[in-house]
């Protein structure tokens, strides 16, 4: 069970830069440099990561309503998807292989993040292929579930639809946040170590390793890791 953002390619100077070009283009007095973005990126979800950065404002600032704040993610995404097709953000090293002998080995396999289904599609079928999505089973993103990470909505609902007990799966994530989430759903996680989160408190998880280029033949068939 894949996270996407930061597991999957090192995607969030790539959310930055589009987060930044939005609040310029709506002529919005923000800019986020790398350590307000480090910070922020404890908040799962872009909407919600600018309503609690404008509600993090002085007092007298500005109304910015959902419509709003819908919009200018609108334009995000949009933005995202652009500067990921110019093929400047691959797969971090290591991910396409295991994904293929993943296949290979008929295990099934699911992508489980709080990010948004264009978000996903953007990355993949750049990295993947158009018909990067026949490689998953189940696809649970932030749009699918009430509550994102670090609550185990979205792990609860892959678990729901691969109809195996969390003890038989792995998650793969980059951050506390998920680490909680799949930890909370019952699934043993593979912490891959990641730009924005790769000194945070990854006590839980059943592996920390910097990125999936040096696993073992038989890394999918011991419980243990």
């Known amino acids: 069970m894949f996270d996407v953002d930061g597991t999957m390619a090192e995607t969030e100077e790539f959310h930055r830069r589009a987060f930044n070009e939005a609040f310029s283009y709506f002529d919005l007095p923000w800019n986020w440099d790398v350590a307000t ?30 419509s709003h704040i819908n919009e200018l993610h609108r334009f995000k995404t949009r933005r995202y ?35 948004s289904r264009d978000n996903i599609g953007a990355l993949l079928s750049r990295n993947l292929g158009p018909d990067w999505n026949r490689n998953f089973d189940v696809i649970v993103s ?11 909505d979205a792990y609860h609902a892959a678990l729901d639809a691969v109809a195996l007990p969390a003890a038989s799966c792995l998650a793969i994530e980059d951050s506390r946040n998920g680490l909680v989430a799949a930890t909370s759903a019952g699934a043993p996680v593979l912490i891959t170590r990641s730009l ?21 033949d038989d890394f999918w068939f011991d419980p243990d890791l």
């Open 81 to 115: 998807a652009e500067l990921v097709d110019s093929g400047a953000c691959v797969l971090r090293p290591g991910v396409a292989d295991l994904i293929h002998r993943a296949r290979d080995g008929r295990l099934r396999l699911a992508i489980v993040t709080t990010t």
């Open 196 to 216: 924005y989160f790769r000194d945070e408190d990854f006590t839980g998880a059943a592996s920390v390793t910097d990125d999936l280029t040096d696993l073992p």
């Open 142 to 152: 932030g749009d699918d579930v009430p509550n994102k990470k670090p609550e185990p």
């Open 37 to 66: 973005y480090g910070r922020l990126l404890r908040i799962a979800g872009g909407r919600e990561r600018i309503r609690h950065f404008w509600e993090s404002l002085p007092e007298d600032r500005f109304d910015l309503s959902d």
